[in-house]
């Protein structure tokens, strides 16, 4: 369609109404006024008194990789109630479920034996594998290969 150009100024003016009326409301109205010293006040708290690295560091450094129902897991919960009783929070409690039995890994050894002399295995046991009776008695089992086929290692002689 071809407009002449006596009607030009009319359409752009119509165009102009059109997008003035369309406008939201709520960007017409007077913009809320900001509190600038709550702003600044949690900037600080934040900044000068958090307790975020603190935190983080007895949950990993401490008491570390925990898995569900093991010795660990119920010492971090222990810790978390304590901390957030000291903080004054009110009914603070660890919440039972039923999930099975615990484990935790206090010691894991690997060692190679041939006929020609012995070395230092590194690796790491499965969670939830079973314990043995005796720590003095080491387990003695045939090498096997791990199920997934993929090394742990990124060196180019343990490659697969």
């Known amino acids: 369609m071809r407009c002449s150009t ?3 100024p009319w359409l752009a003016g119509a165009a102009l109404a059109v997008a ?3 406008v939201p409301v709520s960007a017409q109205q007077a913009q ?7 702003i600044y006040r949690i900037k600080e708290e934040g900044l000068q008194r958090s307790k975020v690295m603190e935190i983080m560091s ?3 450094d401490v008491y570390g990789p925990r898995l569900t129902n093991s010795p660990g897991y119920r010492k971090s919960g222990d810790w978390a109630v304590k901390e957030m009783t000291s903080w004054g929070l009110a009914d603070v409690r660890l919440e039972p479920f039923a999930f099975g ?6 010691k ?7 006929p ?7 690796g790491h046991p499965q969670a939830w594998t079973q314990c043995w009776p005796s720590s003095t008695h080491p387990k003695r089992s045939p090498a096997t ?11 180019k002689r343990c490659a697969t």
């Open 116 to 122: 020609g002399g012995s070395f230092g295995l590194i």
């Open 6 to 8: 006596r009607y030009r």
């Open 20 to 22: 003035v009326t369309l």
């Open 32 to 38: 809320e006024k900001l509190d600038l010293d709550a």
């Open 101 to 106: 039995r615990g484990w935790s890994n206090d």
């Open 58 to 60: 007895w949950l990993t």
């Open 108 to 114: 894991f050894y690997a060692m190679v034996t041939t």
């Open 145 to 155: 290969r791990e199920s997934s086929g993929v090394s742990s290692c990124s060196h």
